[in-house]
């Protein structure tokens, strides 16, 4: 099937194929040096958000992606790409850091959502998401987010507030899974499907609307999607060296302000 011709409910299931590159992946195919970094500094280390420093093309950044896992027991350890409230304050502590020395900030997005356990919402999940949404407007240093796979509802947005925001053509970006929506529109879950159909999810919908600035097409292999998403970083990366602090920050609230 041409990639044209694809349904909203082929996207969602594209973007959840097991073998799909994670953010793992596409940190090792594009940057240099990754120097991973761990804990919130508050509670402990989530490993379904990982972190670090790397080289882009010898330029240092801060990269920051929702991990899914390699294999089941990879899987596991990460929750499944679930972030708790301490993977979320990692995440804006790299960001600070990265603010503080002056380095961009490259985030990937790839959650089914954060994690709703009663553990998280006791260590205070909604407010680590807040709290992140608040932070990230304020940044002073370049902001570049891409969804990868499956970009869920706030899970994914605390890592997605950015100056520019772009999504790969497999992927989708949402509220909330088509499932959850057919759930609490018609209490009848199996209808995620025609759900997937009026959400407005796809990479297309979604540039539309704008919500996303830019589609990075997938190649046929994941090397080449890597490259892609690699020449698009350092296309508004260059773009954004113009900006002063103040004018990023800016651009960004505002981003954001037109929704």
């Given at each position: 099937?041409?990639?044209?011709?694809?349904?909203?409910?082929?996207?969602?299931?594209?973007?959840?194929?097991?073998?799909?590159?994670?953010?793992?992946?596409?940190?090792?195919?594009?940057?240099?040096?990754?120097?991973?970094?761990?804990?919130?500094?508050?509670?402990?280390?989530?490993?379904?958000?990982?972190g670090g420093i790397a080289l882009l093309d010898g330029q240092p950044v801060t990269v920051i992606g929702e991990?899914?896992?390699?294999?089941?027991?990879?899987?596991?350890?990460?929750?499944?790409?679930?972030?708790?409230?301490?993977?979320?304050?990692?995440?804006?502590?790299?960001?600070?850091?990265?603010?503080?020395f002056r380095r961009p900030v490259i985030c990937l997005a790839d959650t089914q959502g954060a994690y709703c356990?009663?553990?998280?919402?006791?260590?205070?999940?909604?407010?680590?998401?807040?709290?992140?949404?608040?932070?990230?407007?304020?940044?002073?240093?370049?902001?570049?987010?891409?969804?990868?796979?499956?970009?869920?509802?706030?899970?994914?947005?605390?890592?997605?507030?950015?100056?520019?925001?772009?999504?790969?053509?497999?992927?989708?970006?949402?509220?909330?899974?088509?499932?959850?929506?057919?759930?609490?529109?018609?209490?009848?879950?199996?209808?995620?499907?025609?759900?997937?159909?009026?959400?407005?999810?796809?990479?297309?919908?979604?540039?539309?609307?704008?919500?996303?600035?830019?589609?990075?097409?997938?190649?046929?292999?994941?090397?080449?999607?890597?490259?892609?998403?690699?020449?698009?970083?350092?296309?508004?990366?260059?773009?954004?060296?113009?900006?002063?602090?103040?004018?990023?920050?800016?651009?960004?609230?505002?981003?954001?302000?037109?929704?």
């Amino acid at each position: 099937m041409e990639q044209k011709n694809l349904t909203a409910w082929d996207r969602v299931t594209a973007a959840r194929m097991p073998g799909r590159p994670t953010s793992q992946y596409f940190i090792d195919a594009i940057f240099d040096d990754f120097i991973e970094l761990h804990g919130d500094r508050h509670y402990g280390d989530d490993a379904s958000v990982i972190g670090g420093i790397a080289l882009l093309d010898g330029q240092p950044v801060t990269v920051i992606g929702e991990e899914k896992g390699q294999n089941p027991a990879d899987r596991a350890r990460r929750n499944f790409g679930s972030p708790h409230p301490e993977g979320y304050r990692k995440a804006l502590r790299l960001m600070k850091q990265a603010e503080k020395f002056r380095r961009p900030v490259i985030c990937l997005a790839d959650t089914q959502g954060a994690y709703c356990g009663v553990g998280a919402e006791e260590r205070g999940q909604g407010e680590a998401i807040a709290r992140n949404l608040k932070e990230m407007m304020k940044l002073t240093v370049p902001v570049i987010s891409v969804v990868i796979s499956e970009g869920g509802s706030g899970g994914a947005l605390a890592i997605a507030v950015a100056n520019k925001v772009a999504i790969l053509q497999n992927a989708i970006y949402a509220i909330l899974s088509p499932e959850g929506f057919a759930a609490i529109l018609w209490k009848d879950a199996s209808r995620a499907k025609e759900a997937a159909e009026v959400m407005k999810i796809t990479a297309d919908e979604l540039y539309e609307l704008g919500v996303v600035d830019q589609i990075i097409p997938e190649g046929e292999e994941p090397a080449e999607t890597a490259q892609a998403v690699k020449r698009y970083i350092l296309r508004e990366l260059e773009a954004m060296k113009a900006m002063s602090p103040q004018e990023l920050s800016h651009q960004r609230y505002q981003r954001f302000r037109a929704f």
